[in-house]
């Protein structure tokens, strides 16, 4: 059965910093693409970032270029993937999930759809 634990949420004030990890308990890491997504109170969930499973490929939403830093990388040797996120904002504060989904290529996912394995989310709430 396929775990994810997502860990490194929190409380932080505007224009700080947090960087959330995601667990999983997979049979080979490394031919799962990942990503992160996140859902505010009254909004539907959303994408943020995804690492294709070599994490030689990124994607971002463009609701988060150029707004805040975020960085998504991920160590295949500790079934782990990271979302680093720097300059956050009030309108950043939303429960964050890390999701998988098996493949067999080099290519990234952007929907929820795309992705069969879920975490529990972890909660960011960024102060003003």
């Known amino acids: 059965q396929v775990h994810l634990v997502e860990s490194g949420g929190g409380l932080v004030q505007a224009g700080g910093s947090l960087r959330l990890s995601c667990v999983a308990s997979?049979?080979?890491?490394?031919?799962?693409?990942m990503g992160w997504f996140r859902q505010a109170p009254g909004k539907e969930r959303e994408f943020v970032a995804a690492?294709?499973?070599?994490?030689?490929?990124?994607?971002?939403a463009d609701s988060v270029k150029g707004r805040f830093t975020i960085t998504i990388s991920r160590e295949n040797a500790k079934n782990t993937v990271y979302l680093q996120m720097n300059s956050l904002k009030s309108e950043d504060t939303a429960v964050y999930y890390c999701?998988?989904?098996?493949?067999?290529?080099?290519?990234?996912?952007?929907?929820?759809?795309?992705?069969?394995?879920w975490g529990q989310g972890t909660q960011v709430t960024v102060s003003s």
């Open positions: 690492i294709n499973r070599r994490g030689e490929g990124t994607s971002y």
């Open positions: 997979l049979l080979t890491f490394s031919d799962y693409a």
């Open positions: 999701a998988a989904t098996p493949t067999y290529t080099d290519w990234y996912y952007s929907r929820t759809s795309e992705y069969d394995y």
